[in-house]
């Protein structure tokens, strides 16, 4: 008795007949996060953080993303409160069809971040100035890079963390060239 449901909604049951009622299994696949930060210790209102960063169209991103967030609450019951960030390196690849999502994107629970919109003020800090590294083109890239090998050099104390940045930055502009062959033929990166 499907009309059932729309009476506990408070609507009419004769809407019901728009509808065919099924039993659905759903079979479960593996999902991977790109970043979960879980915190140290367990408080009413300590969130647990998911982050996912999307450098490609993807129209399924939100459905996999919400997915994976959802399965993981389900599995580690211990999490009460949660906090999506999804970083986009670009406006274009985000998904257009964001509707079944919508009250979750519209929500003080997820941010959207696109990598394209991080001003030239970035660079001033060193997190946020290797991330808008990744979008730069590649003449820029290098001259940033440069900078932030600089402000690293001085910045960081630990030599352990300094030299995580700056095979990080070095990772990136690598990256970026990736059609320059290193064994020839074209310019080989570390000859500038």
Do not use: C
């Not at 790109?34 to 210790?41: A, K, Q, R, S």
């Not at 490609?56 to 609450?73: A, V």
């Not at 994107?105 to 030239?120: H, R």
């Amino acid at each position: 008795m499907p009309g059932i449901y729309f009476e506990l909604l408070g609507e009419s049951p004769t809407q019901a007949s728009s509808y065919r009622f099924r039993s659905v299994e759903i079979k479960q696949t593996g999902f991977r996060l790109d970043g979960v930060l879980v915190p140290n210790t367990q408080s009413a209102d300590t969130p647990i953080h998911f982050g996912e960063v999307q450098m490609q169209k993807d129209e399924d991103f939100y459905r996999r993303f919400f997915g994976e967030i959802f399965l993981y609450l389900r599995q580690y019951k211990e999490a009460k409160y949660w906090h999506g960030l999804v970083v986009f390196a670009n406006r274009d690849i985000e998904p257009e069809d964001t509707q079944p999502y919508k009250v979750l994107l519209d929500s003080s629970q997820v941010t959207v971040v696109y990598l394209e919109d991080l001003g030239e003020d970035a660079y001033d800090n060193l997190g946020l100035g290797i991330v808008k590294l990744i979008v730069e083109d590649e003449a820029k890239a290098v001259q940033q890079a440069k900078k932030l090998a600089a402000k690293a050099t001085t910045e960081l104390a630990q030599k352990t963390e300094k030299e995580k940045v700056l095979e990080l930055v070095k990772t990136i502009i690598l990256y970026k060239f990736k059609n320059l062959s290193r064994l020839g033929g074209s310019r080989n990166v570390r000859d500038g």
